[in-house]
Antibody
């Protein structure tokens, strides 16, 4: 069974940093691109970033470009998202999701909550 | 950036009736369109990819159609478990973008 489990969320002050992790299991991790998507409280879904499986190429939403960094460790089946220079508007549930062979999101984790507040 | 617009924002439907949800793209996304279902407190779940291909385990009462800029998700004979928020998403261009969602509620 394909499973994704996020961790690392928490409360952080504006300007602070956080590192989110996503543990993947049940599929050949390195063969698939992986996404991060977020959802602010009471709002819709916002795509954040994607990283390809082998080459490690990345794409970011403009709203996080230069502040967030996606990475992965294929030897550990782990996906990461480094969040820097956090803003109040970054408060959201952050989901990791597996891409299919096209970049739609076919499996989602349960999410981890990031709260940016002073 | 491609803007995805979903309508209506809220749809009130009685159990057993059908629901038709619309999604419009600001420019052509070909058939690179997915639909997701999200229930309160849960992660989204993939329903449809390629505009019309049901994901594994998705009941046949869910059907998708359209191409280019106009897409439709139809849920025939709504069951209690179908009341949720539905999102469309284009994956033809970067950045990927989602619509604002349609909430299907019990009438």
């Amino acid at each position: 069974e394909v499973q994704l489990l996020e961790s690392g969320g928490g409360l952080v002050q504006p300007g602070g940093s956080l590192r989110l992790s996503c543990a993947a299991s049940g599929f050949p991790f390195s063969n698939y691109a992986m996404h991060w998507v977020r959802q602010a409280p009471g709002k819709g879904l916002e795509w954040v970033s994607i990283m390809s499986g082998i080459r490690g190429s990345t794409v970011y939403a403009d709203s996080v470009k230069g502040r967030f960094t996606i990475s992965r460790d294929n030897s550990k089946n782990m996906l990461y998202l480094e969040l820097n220079s956090l803003r109040v508007e970054d408060t959201a549930v952050y989901y990791c999701a597996k891409a299919n062979h096209q970049p739609y999101l076919d499996v989602w984790g349960k999410g981890t909550t990031v709260t940016v507040s002073s | 950036e491609i803007v995805m617009t979903q309508s209506p924002a809220t749809l009130s439907v009685s159990p057993g009736e059908s629901a038709t949800l619309s999604c419009r793209a600001s420019q052509s996304v070909n058939s690179n369109l997915a639909w997701y279902q999200q229930k309160p407190g849960q992660a989204p779940r993939l329903l449809i990819s390629g505009a019309s291909t049901r994901a594994t385990g998705i009941p046949a009462r869910f059907s998708g159609s359209g191409s280019g800029t106009e897409f439709t998700l139809t849920i025939s004979s709504l069951q209690s478990e179908d009341f949720a928020v539905y999102y469309c998403q284009q994956y033809n261009n970067w950045p990927l973008t989602f619509g604002g969602g349609t909430k299907v509620e019990i009438k």
